[in-house]
Protein backbone atom coordinates (compact mmCIF):
# COMPACT_ATOMS: atom_id res chain seq x y z
CA UNK A 1 0.00 0.00 0.00
CA UNK A 2 2.88 2.16 -1.08
CA UNK A 3 2.19 6.09 -2.22
CA UNK A 4 -1.01 6.70 -0.16
CA UNK A 5 -0.84 9.18 2.26
CA UNK A 6 2.77 9.08 3.30
CA UNK A 7 3.06 12.01 5.92
CA UNK A 8 0.26 11.69 7.64
CA UNK A 9 1.53 7.90 8.32
CA UNK A 10 3.24 9.22 11.39
CA UNK A 11 0.21 9.55 13.41
CA UNK A 12 -2.24 6.48 14.51
CA UNK A 13 -5.59 6.69 14.41
CA UNK A 14 -6.22 4.59 17.36
CA UNK A 15 -9.88 5.83 17.72
CA UNK A 16 -10.65 3.88 14.52
CA UNK A 17 -8.28 0.80 14.56
CA UNK A 18 -9.99 0.07 17.94
CA UNK A 19 -13.19 -0.36 15.86
CA UNK A 20 -11.85 -2.63 13.19
CA UNK A 21 -9.88 -4.75 15.76
CA UNK A 22 -12.98 -6.45 17.27
CA UNK A 23 -13.58 -7.74 13.30
CA UNK A 24 -9.77 -8.64 12.53
CA UNK A 25 -10.58 -12.47 12.16
CA UNK A 26 -14.36 -12.16 11.48
CA UNK A 27 -15.38 -13.78 7.85
CA UNK A 28 -17.16 -10.17 7.27
CA UNK A 29 -15.75 -8.15 5.02
CA UNK A 30 -14.30 -5.41 6.38
CA UNK A 31 -14.94 -1.88 4.40
CA UNK A 32 -13.05 1.10 5.38
CA UNK A 33 -15.02 4.41 4.02
CA UNK A 34 -15.95 7.52 3.80
CA UNK A 35 -14.96 10.43 2.00
CA UNK A 36 -12.15 11.15 -0.09
CA UNK A 37 -8.85 12.34 1.17
CA UNK A 38 -10.06 11.17 4.72
CA UNK A 39 -6.95 8.64 5.43
CA UNK A 40 -8.87 5.22 4.89
CA UNK A 41 -5.90 4.38 3.06
CA UNK A 42 -3.26 5.11 6.01
CA UNK A 43 -6.46 3.23 8.37
CA UNK A 44 -5.97 0.28 6.17
CA UNK A 45 -1.82 -0.09 6.49
CA UNK A 46 -1.83 0.59 9.86
CA UNK A 47 -4.51 -2.52 10.53
CA UNK A 48 -1.82 -4.31 8.24
CA UNK A 49 0.91 -3.65 10.64
CA UNK A 50 -0.50 -4.52 13.58
CA UNK A 51 -1.64 -7.88 11.79
CA UNK A 52 1.94 -8.60 10.62
CA UNK A 53 2.67 -8.87 14.34
CA UNK A 54 0.59 -12.09 15.06
CA UNK A 55 0.44 -13.74 11.17
CA UNK A 56 2.57 -13.70 8.06
CA UNK A 57 -0.22 -14.73 5.96
CA UNK A 58 -1.42 -11.59 4.53
CA UNK A 59 -1.91 -10.53 1.13
CA UNK A 60 -1.75 -6.64 0.34
CA UNK A 61 -2.55 -5.12 -3.11
CA UNK A 62 -3.09 -1.34 -3.82
CA UNK A 63 -4.91 -1.20 -7.13
CA UNK A 64 -3.82 2.16 -7.86
CA UNK A 65 -0.67 0.78 -8.94
CA UNK A 66 -0.98 -0.03 -12.79
CA UNK A 67 1.14 -2.57 -12.83
CA UNK A 68 -0.90 -4.84 -9.99
CA UNK A 69 -4.35 -3.88 -12.12
CA UNK A 70 -2.61 -5.21 -15.12
CA UNK A 71 -1.86 -8.13 -13.68
CA UNK A 72 -5.16 -8.53 -11.49
CA UNK A 73 -7.85 -6.74 -13.71
CA UNK A 74 -10.84 -8.86 -12.80
CA UNK A 75 -12.17 -11.37 -10.38
CA UNK A 76 -10.87 -14.54 -12.06
CA UNK A 77 -7.92 -13.02 -11.75
CA UNK A 78 -7.93 -12.04 -7.99
CA UNK A 79 -8.89 -15.45 -6.79
CA UNK A 80 -6.53 -16.99 -8.69
CA UNK A 81 -3.51 -14.62 -7.16
CA UNK A 82 -4.81 -14.91 -3.60
CA UNK A 83 -4.91 -18.77 -3.88
CA UNK A 84 -1.32 -19.02 -5.59
CA UNK A 85 -0.15 -16.57 -2.67
CA UNK A 86 -1.74 -17.44 0.26
CA UNK A 87 -0.78 -19.78 3.33
CA UNK A 88 -3.61 -22.55 4.41
CA UNK A 89 -4.45 -21.12 7.45
CA UNK A 90 -6.75 -17.81 8.29
CA UNK A 91 -5.34 -15.64 5.19
CA UNK A 92 -5.37 -11.56 5.46
CA UNK A 93 -6.26 -9.92 2.36
CA UNK A 94 -6.24 -6.16 1.84
CA UNK A 95 -7.50 -4.96 -1.03
CA UNK A 96 -7.18 -1.14 -1.27
CA UNK A 97 -9.02 1.24 -4.80
CA UNK A 98 -10.44 -2.52 -5.03
CA UNK A 99 -13.17 -0.94 -6.64
CA UNK A 100 -10.88 -0.77 -9.84
CA UNK A 101 -11.21 -4.06 -10.03
CA UNK A 102 -14.30 -5.38 -12.79
CA UNK A 103 -16.34 -7.33 -10.64
CA UNK A 104 -14.69 -7.33 -7.41
CA UNK A 105 -17.71 -7.81 -5.01
CA UNK A 106 -17.79 -10.77 -6.53
CA UNK A 107 -14.47 -11.35 -5.42
CA UNK A 108 -14.86 -10.27 -1.89
CA UNK A 109 -17.42 -12.30 -1.55
CA UNK A 110 -15.75 -15.30 -2.67
CA UNK A 111 -12.90 -15.00 -0.54
CA UNK A 112 -14.65 -14.53 2.33
CA UNK A 113 -15.56 -17.78 2.12
CA UNK A 114 -12.35 -19.62 1.39
CA UNK A 115 -11.11 -18.71 4.80
CA UNK A 116 -9.86 -15.12 4.21
CA UNK A 117 -10.21 -12.13 6.53
CA UNK A 118 -11.04 -9.56 3.81
CA UNK A 119 -9.97 -5.76 4.34
CA UNK A 120 -11.38 -2.99 1.12
CA UNK A 121 -11.19 0.44 1.06
CA UNK A 122 -11.43 2.91 -2.26
CA UNK A 123 -12.29 6.57 -2.82
CA UNK A 124 -14.44 6.79 -6.31
CA UNK A 125 -17.06 6.76 -7.54
CA UNK A 126 -17.15 3.13 -7.41
CA UNK A 127 -16.99 2.51 -3.93
CA UNK A 128 -20.10 5.19 -2.58
CA UNK A 129 -22.17 4.00 0.13
CA UNK A 130 -25.21 2.52 -2.06
CA UNK A 131 -22.37 0.95 -4.01
CA UNK A 132 -21.24 -1.64 -1.40
CA UNK A 133 -24.14 -1.92 0.61
CA UNK A 134 -25.96 -3.50 -2.38
CA UNK A 135 -22.66 -5.18 -3.64
CA UNK A 136 -21.98 -6.97 -0.39
CA UNK A 137 -25.66 -7.32 1.14
CA UNK A 138 -25.47 -7.99 4.68
CA UNK A 139 -22.13 -9.65 4.04
CA UNK A 140 -19.55 -6.75 5.20
CA UNK A 141 -18.93 -4.19 8.43
CA UNK A 142 -18.03 -0.86 7.34
CA UNK A 143 -16.72 1.82 9.64
CA UNK A 144 -16.21 5.39 8.50
CA UNK A 145 -13.29 7.32 8.41
CA UNK A 146 -13.88 11.54 8.77
CA UNK A 147 -11.13 14.25 8.24
CA UNK A 148 -9.20 14.90 11.11
CA UNK A 149 -10.36 16.02 14.56
CA UNK A 150 -8.65 18.42 16.55
CA UNK A 151 -6.60 16.32 18.47
CA UNK A 152 -5.31 14.75 15.35
CA UNK A 153 -4.26 17.88 13.71
CA UNK A 154 -2.52 18.52 16.78
CA UNK A 155 -0.76 15.31 16.92
CA UNK A 156 -0.24 15.47 13.00
CA UNK A 157 0.85 19.15 12.61
CA UNK A 158 3.57 19.05 15.79
CA UNK A 159 5.35 16.11 13.63
CA UNK A 160 5.10 18.35 10.69
CA UNK A 161 6.83 20.89 13.07
CA UNK A 162 4.26 23.08 12.56
CA UNK A 163 1.28 24.92 14.82
CA UNK A 164 -2.62 24.79 13.89
CA UNK A 165 -4.55 27.71 15.12
CA UNK A 166 -8.45 27.16 16.28
CA UNK A 167 -8.98 30.11 14.09
CA UNK A 168 -7.48 27.88 10.86
CA UNK A 169 -9.65 24.76 11.89
CA UNK A 170 -12.57 27.03 11.99
CA UNK A 171 -12.39 27.79 8.41
CA UNK A 172 -10.06 24.93 6.80
CA UNK A 173 -11.04 22.12 8.66
CA UNK A 174 -9.18 18.96 9.06
CA UNK A 175 -8.74 17.06 5.59
CA UNK A 176 -5.24 15.64 6.47
CA UNK A 177 -3.23 16.64 3.15
CA UNK A 178 -3.81 20.05 3.57
CA UNK A 179 -1.51 20.51 6.22
CA UNK A 180 1.50 19.76 4.03
CA UNK A 181 1.13 22.80 2.03
CA UNK A 182 2.73 25.83 3.92
CA UNK A 183 0.45 28.88 2.25
CA UNK A 184 -3.28 29.57 2.54
CA UNK A 185 -3.18 30.19 -1.34
CA UNK A 186 -1.99 26.23 -1.97
CA UNK A 187 -4.46 24.63 0.79
CA UNK A 188 -7.37 26.55 -1.31
CA UNK A 189 -5.92 25.15 -4.38
CA UNK A 190 -6.06 21.60 -2.78
CA UNK A 191 -9.59 21.87 -1.38
CA UNK A 192 -11.27 22.90 -4.54
CA UNK A 193 -9.17 20.62 -6.15
CA UNK A 194 -10.86 17.95 -4.38
CA UNK A 195 -14.59 19.50 -4.36
CA UNK A 196 -14.13 19.30 -8.19
CA UNK A 197 -13.24 15.62 -8.15
CA UNK A 198 -16.04 14.80 -5.68
CA UNK A 199 -18.54 16.89 -7.60
CA UNK A 200 -17.07 15.55 -11.16
CA UNK A 201 -15.98 12.04 -10.39
CA UNK A 202 -17.92 10.64 -7.34
CA UNK A 203 -21.23 12.01 -8.41
CA UNK A 204 -21.93 14.12 -11.80
CA UNK A 205 -19.30 10.84 -13.75
CA UNK A 206 -21.21 7.76 -11.54
CA UNK A 207 -24.99 8.96 -11.79
CA UNK A 208 -24.36 10.23 -15.47
CA UNK A 209 -25.90 13.31 -13.87
CA UNK A 210 -27.31 15.33 -17.63
CA UNK A 211 -28.17 18.70 -15.97
CA UNK A 212 -24.58 19.77 -14.45
CA UNK A 213 -25.12 23.07 -13.79
CA UNK A 214 -28.37 22.32 -12.10
CA UNK A 215 -26.55 19.91 -9.44
CA UNK A 216 -23.69 21.90 -9.11
CA UNK A 217 -25.84 24.60 -8.28
CA UNK A 218 -27.86 22.67 -5.75
CA UNK A 219 -24.61 21.12 -4.28
CA UNK A 220 -23.19 24.84 -3.61
CA UNK A 221 -26.59 26.10 -1.80
CA UNK A 222 -26.44 22.67 0.39
CA UNK A 223 -23.03 22.96 1.26
CA UNK A 224 -22.76 26.68 1.95
CA UNK A 225 -25.62 26.22 4.21
CA UNK A 226 -24.26 23.68 6.58
CA UNK A 227 -25.54 23.83 9.96
CA UNK A 228 -29.30 24.86 8.92
CA UNK A 229 -32.53 23.05 8.62
CA UNK A 230 -34.02 22.93 5.09
CA UNK A 231 -36.35 20.90 2.99
CA UNK A 232 -35.48 19.60 -0.47
CA UNK A 233 -38.78 21.83 -1.25
CA UNK A 234 -37.18 24.96 0.58
CA UNK A 235 -34.38 24.41 -2.18
CA UNK A 236 -36.30 23.37 -5.19
CA UNK A 237 -37.89 26.99 -4.21
CA UNK A 238 -35.02 28.65 -3.52
CA UNK A 239 -33.44 27.48 -7.12
CA UNK A 240 -36.59 28.61 -9.38
CA UNK A 241 -36.28 32.31 -7.48
CA UNK A 242 -32.50 32.43 -9.07
CA UNK A 243 -33.95 31.31 -12.23
CA UNK A 244 -33.38 27.56 -12.49
CA UNK A 245 -36.31 25.50 -12.04
CA UNK A 246 -35.63 22.16 -10.27
CA UNK A 247 -38.25 19.63 -9.10
CA UNK A 248 -38.33 18.71 -5.34
CA UNK A 249 -38.16 15.02 -6.42
CA UNK A 250 -34.42 16.00 -8.30
CA UNK A 251 -33.63 17.67 -5.42
CA UNK A 252 -34.14 15.11 -2.95
CA UNK A 253 -31.98 13.02 -5.41
CA UNK A 254 -28.97 15.34 -5.65
CA UNK A 255 -29.19 15.68 -1.72
CA UNK A 256 -28.97 11.98 -1.76
CA UNK A 257 -25.75 12.07 -4.27
CA UNK A 258 -23.86 14.38 -1.99
CA UNK A 259 -24.68 11.93 1.46
CA UNK A 260 -23.47 8.48 -0.57
CA UNK A 261 -20.18 10.60 -1.45
CA UNK A 262 -20.32 11.24 2.17
CA UNK A 263 -19.51 15.24 1.22
CA UNK A 264 -22.64 16.38 3.47
CA UNK A 265 -24.69 14.48 6.32
CA UNK A 266 -28.60 15.18 7.14
CA UNK A 267 -29.68 15.07 10.70
CA UNK A 268 -33.35 14.32 12.10
CA UNK A 269 -35.35 16.31 13.69
CA UNK A 270 -36.63 14.76 16.78
CA UNK A 271 -39.37 16.17 18.28
CA UNK A 272 -40.28 16.02 22.40
CA UNK A 273 -43.76 16.26 21.89
CA UNK A 274 -44.50 13.82 19.10
CA UNK A 275 -41.33 11.78 21.03
CA UNK A 276 -40.65 10.87 17.55
CA UNK A 277 -38.27 11.74 14.56
CA UNK A 278 -40.15 14.91 12.37
CA UNK A 279 -39.38 13.09 8.28
CA UNK A 280 -39.90 16.65 7.01
CA UNK A 281 -37.21 18.55 7.49
CA UNK A 282 -33.16 17.74 8.45
CA UNK A 283 -30.34 19.45 9.34
CA UNK A 284 -27.65 19.62 6.95
CA UNK A 285 -23.43 19.59 7.75
CA UNK A 286 -20.78 19.50 5.69
CA UNK A 287 -18.20 16.62 6.35
CA UNK A 288 -15.58 19.37 6.90
CA UNK A 289 -16.32 23.27 6.98
CA UNK A 290 -13.84 23.69 3.98
CA UNK A 291 -16.86 22.96 1.62
CA UNK A 292 -18.22 25.95 3.39
CA UNK A 293 -15.14 28.08 3.21
CA UNK A 294 -13.94 27.57 -0.31
CA UNK A 295 -17.38 29.02 -1.64
CA UNK A 296 -17.14 31.83 0.61
CA UNK A 297 -17.49 34.94 -0.78
CA UNK A 298 -13.86 37.81 -0.21
CA UNK A 299 -13.31 35.76 2.26
CA UNK A 300 -15.94 35.88 4.46
CA UNK A 301 -15.73 32.66 6.74
CA UNK A 302 -19.42 31.96 7.82
CA UNK A 303 -17.59 31.04 11.44
CA UNK A 304 -20.93 30.85 13.39
CA UNK A 305 -22.38 27.56 11.42
CA UNK A 306 -18.63 26.11 10.81
CA UNK A 307 -18.38 26.07 14.56
CA UNK A 308 -21.96 24.62 15.31
CA UNK A 309 -20.84 22.12 12.30
CA UNK A 310 -17.16 21.08 13.80
CA UNK A 311 -19.07 20.32 17.40
CA UNK A 312 -21.48 17.92 15.04
CA UNK A 313 -17.84 16.47 14.09
CA UNK A 314 -16.48 16.37 17.47
CA UNK A 315 -19.63 14.67 19.18
CA UNK A 316 -19.43 12.02 16.12
CA UNK A 317 -16.01 11.57 16.63
CA UNK A 318 -16.27 10.98 20.48
CA UNK A 319 -18.94 8.38 19.50
CA UNK A 320 -22.27 10.23 20.02
CA UNK A 321 -25.54 9.07 18.42
CA UNK A 322 -26.39 12.89 16.91
CA UNK A 323 -30.26 14.36 16.27
CA UNK A 324 -31.90 17.93 16.65
CA UNK A 325 -33.64 18.04 19.59
CA UNK A 326 -37.27 20.22 18.69
CA UNK A 327 -39.21 21.78 21.75
CA UNK A 328 -42.05 23.55 20.29
CA UNK A 329 -41.06 26.49 19.50
CA UNK A 330 -37.21 26.36 20.66
CA UNK A 331 -34.78 23.97 18.87
CA UNK A 332 -32.13 22.31 20.47
CA UNK A 333 -28.77 22.38 18.32
CA UNK A 334 -27.88 18.54 19.21
CA UNK A 335 -29.44 15.64 21.53
CA UNK A 336 -26.27 13.80 21.71
CA UNK A 337 -26.87 9.86 23.42
CA UNK A 338 -24.11 7.43 24.31
CA UNK A 339 -24.32 4.71 26.90
CA UNK A 340 -27.76 5.46 28.15
CA UNK A 341 -26.68 9.00 28.63
CA UNK A 342 -27.98 11.63 27.27
CA UNK A 343 -27.09 15.36 26.79
CA UNK A 344 -28.87 18.36 25.43
CA UNK A 345 -25.99 20.35 23.47
CA UNK A 346 -26.15 24.34 22.53
CA UNK A 347 -23.56 25.36 20.15
CA UNK A 348 -22.69 28.80 19.94
CA UNK A 349 -20.16 30.95 18.35
CA UNK A 350 -20.58 33.49 21.13
CA UNK A 351 -22.93 34.34 24.08
CA UNK A 352 -21.11 37.96 24.75
CA UNK A 353 -23.65 39.86 23.60
CA UNK A 354 -27.00 39.81 25.75
CA UNK A 355 -29.05 39.31 22.69
CA UNK A 356 -26.99 35.80 21.86
CA UNK A 357 -26.93 35.49 25.58
CA UNK A 358 -30.96 35.63 25.79
CA UNK A 359 -31.48 33.55 22.97
CA UNK A 360 -29.28 30.71 23.61
CA UNK A 361 -30.34 30.37 26.88
CA UNK A 362 -33.85 30.63 26.62
CA UNK A 363 -33.95 27.49 24.26
CA UNK A 364 -33.16 25.30 27.63
CA UNK A 365 -35.49 27.54 29.89
CA UNK A 366 -38.94 25.17 29.08
CA UNK A 367 -36.99 21.93 29.57
CA UNK A 368 -36.76 19.87 32.50
CA UNK A 369 -33.46 18.54 34.26
CA UNK A 370 -33.68 15.34 33.08
CA UNK A 371 -30.80 15.02 30.71
CA UNK A 372 -27.65 17.56 31.40
CA UNK A 373 -27.68 20.68 29.71
CA UNK A 374 -24.58 22.30 28.00
CA UNK A 375 -23.56 25.40 26.41
CA UNK A 376 -20.07 25.37 24.11
CA UNK A 377 -19.15 28.75 22.99
CA UNK A 378 -15.92 30.05 22.09
CA UNK A 379 -15.74 32.68 25.13
CA UNK A 380 -13.19 32.85 27.02
CA UNK A 381 -15.71 34.30 30.01
CA UNK A 382 -17.45 30.78 31.84
CA UNK A 383 -21.15 31.30 31.69
CA UNK A 384 -22.35 28.52 33.24
CA UNK A 385 -25.10 28.83 35.56
CA UNK A 386 -27.33 26.38 37.83
CA UNK A 387 -28.70 24.61 35.36
CA UNK A 388 -26.49 24.80 32.24
CA UNK A 389 -22.81 23.61 32.15
CA UNK A 390 -21.00 26.14 29.87
CA UNK A 391 -17.64 24.23 28.15
CA UNK A 392 -14.96 26.46 26.44
CA UNK A 393 -14.52 25.57 22.65
CA UNK A 394 -10.98 25.25 23.39
CA UNK A 395 -11.64 22.88 26.16
CA UNK A 396 -14.24 21.05 24.15
CA UNK A 397 -11.76 19.83 21.55
CA UNK A 398 -9.62 18.59 24.28
CA UNK A 399 -12.27 16.52 25.87
CA UNK A 400 -13.29 12.41 25.16
CA UNK A 401 -16.07 13.09 25.87
CA UNK A 402 -18.82 15.29 27.44
CA UNK A 403 -17.76 14.50 30.82
CA UNK A 404 -13.87 14.59 30.50
Known amino acids: MQGHDILYN ?30 KSVILSEILQELRQKSANIISLDFE ?16 YVQKNRGDDLCYVFLDEIQRVKDWAAACRTLRVKNCSVFISGSNSKLLSREFTKELSGRYVSFRVRPFVYKEILEYTKQLGKEASIGDYLAWGGFPKRFEFNSPEAQKAYLNELNETIILNDIISRYKIRNTEAFKRVANYVMISNARIFSARSVANFMKTNGLKCSVTTVAKYIAYLEEAYAIESVGLYSAKAKRELAYYQKMYDADVAFNSIRAKDGRFDLTHNFENIVYNELLYMGYEISVFNAGSKEIDFLAAKDGKEYLVQAAYSVAEEKAYEREFAAFNALDNSRKKILITNDEVDFSTSAVQHIKFKDFLMMKDLEN
Open 65 to 80: DASILEEIPNCAALLK
Open 10 to 39: MIRRQKYIEQVREFYDSDLIKVITGIRRAG
